[in-house]
């Protein structure tokens, strides 16, 4: 399991480097989705929709860093740093733990 970590962690890191952006990002995969950027004064949006979706379109609020939108393009590809609401699996080490967890399971 420690190598699987280890290599996630690499290639997280690997794929923020290709963007030029070293900051902590969870990575959503949204390969094959449709997208565009709305504006709304000074309020960027990211909508994204599935091929079969047009009308389920679904928001998120681009994050901005010093007035500017966090957009980063690489050759075929973007990365723009939006809050989403998403489900985040945190991945700990049950050695450091002073939870029973076997009551929780």
């Not at 900051?23 to 091929?51: C, H, P, R, V």
């Not at 010093?66 to 699996?89: S, T």
Request: aromatic share 14%; proline share 1%; with cysteine.
């Amino acid at each position: 399991m420690s190598a699987i970590i280890t290599r996630y962690l690499k290639s997280h890191r690997d794929l923020l480097r290709h963007f030029g952006c070293m900051q902590d990002y969870f990575i959503k995969s949204m390969i094959g989705y449709n997208w565009e950027i709305i504006t709304y004064g000074d309020a960027y949006f990211l909508e994204y929709w599935g091929s079969r979706e047009a009308k389920a379109r679904t928001s998120a609020v681009i994050v901005c860093q010093d007035g500017r939108p966090q957009i980063f393009k690489a050759k075929e590809y973007a990365l723009v740093v939006a809050i989403d609401c998403v489900k985040v699996g945190f991945l700990l080490e049950t050695r450091l733990t002073k939870t029973d967890l076997e009551s929780y399971i």
